[in-house]
């Protein structure tokens, strides 16, 4: 019978990928959540456009409309289970437990003080997810200010 690997060995697989490790540099983003983003997307130009990934991984509103009803609910329960949670995963993470400042994290904190953290923490797994394919298709490393930002 053939032996699993373990789950130490994960690290050592995203350590030898050059963009497992650049999805890394983004806060909040660890071995796990890099390497399930990485197999989930598989192939980056077959997103036309960045934005689409909140929607590929079910991170939008659900809506519903007939009539005069407009209901706005809770996450769309569409597309990879395990990314979507990962995703949240590394906001949460970002909104907790980061304790260096970055213009994503004061982005999550104005959503959270705006709408309520439950939300904040899907609008920024939201947002990381199309961080992260951008940084993937583009080949940066993530930038922790707006000088950085700018001199790019």
Known sequence: MAKLPELHCLPLVVHDDQICRRLMSVPGVGPIVAITF???VDDPTRIAKS????PLFGLTPREYQSGETDV????????DTKVRTALYEAANILL??????SALKRWGMD??????SKRARVALARKIGVI???MW??????RWTAAERATA
Do not use: L
Request: hydrophobic share 35%; charged share 30%.
């Open 137 to 142: 298709i583009d080949g940066t490393e993530f």
């Open 38 to 40: 990485k197999t989930a």
């Open 72 to 79: 706005t609910g809770a996450v769309s329960c569409v597309g």
């Open 111 to 116: 959503v959270a003080r705006r709408r309520g």
């Open 132 to 134: 992260m394919h951008r």
């Open 96 to 101: 907790s437990q980061v304790k260096r400042f």
């Open 51 to 54: 934005k689409a990934i909140g």
